[in-house]
């Protein structure tokens, strides 16, 4: 079983409101990734953790909170968010291997944002 | 630090007609290769990878693909599409020294026309 649920699909939210988009994955996997896409455009790396520590924060505006509960869940809080920052929240998670590059990336479908 | 070029934004096609999507990378180390499949409204989904020993992948759908070291390639094929293949396609690169991060290339949109 290959599979990474996100939830939920769609989110409507104004420049003031706090809402939490939920990711999780049941394959054991000790790696957990959050990506922004926007239309016609490859996925941009934002947080990741290893081992439930955030190891790579790709200088994601604060705006944007990750947090990872546990080796299964990754959650993605906004807060005051922008117009710009509307796009597709994808979740991802691996194995981790830390140096080795040969990690496979299984990505769940995303959450459509969009900020009003 | 690794690119990816994917040398078409787009691919139109008829059904049944063989299609080749191209990824050409750079990257001083060592690559592993991936190819991504984003139907629309939908997340990526893992079509085939290249870690080591054989060349010619084969993945899921039909779909293969050729790693070509000198000519630092990685090219997809299917040798019939149909309809449903209509997406846009991913190439990724991740180095051995860099982990779990992803490049990825601009992608290739594949139309397949009736």
């Known amino acids: 079983d290959t599979e990474v649920t996100q939830t939920p699909k769609h989110l409507v939210m104004g420049m003031t409101n706090k809402k939490s988009l939920k990711c999780e994955q049941h394959?054991?996997?000790?790696?957990m990734y959050w990506y922004k896409q926007k239309a016609k455009k490859p996925p941009e790396l934002m947080f990741v953790y290893s081992y439930e520590k955030l190891s790579i924060n790709e200088s994601v505006p604060s705006r944007f909170s990750p947090e990872c509960p546990n080796s299964s869940l990754l959650n993605l809080h906004l807060h005051a968010l922008q117009p710009e920052d509307s796009a597709l929240y994808l979740c991802?998670?691996?194995?981790?291997?830390?140096?080795?590059?040969?990690?496979?990336?299984?990505f769940g479908p995303g959450t459509r944002l969009t900020v009003l | 630090a690794q690119s990816v070029t994917q040398l078409d934004s787009q691919v139109p096609v008829f059904e049944e007609a063989p299609v080749e999507l191209r990824c050409n990378y750079s990257s001083s180390v060592s690559v592993y290769l991936f190819w991504y499949v984003q139907y629309p409204n939908q997340g990526l989904q893992l079509l085939l990878k290249y870690l080591s020993g054989s060349t010619l992948v084969k993945g899921i759908n039909g779909f293969e693909a050729e790693f070509n070291k000198s000519q630092t390639s990685f090219h997809l094929r299917k040798p019939s599409v149909h309809i449903s293949d209509t997406a846009e396609y991913f190439c990724?690169?991740?180095?051995?020294?860099?982990?779990?991060?992803?490049?990825f290339g601009e992608g290739t949109q594949l139309t397949v026309n009736p």
């Open positions: 991802a998670s691996s194995q981790w291997a830390e140096t080795s590059g040969t990690d496979t990336q299984y």
């Open positions: 990724a690169v991740s180095e051995e020294t860099s982990g779990s991060r992803l490049t």
């Open positions: 394959m054991g996997h000790r790696a």
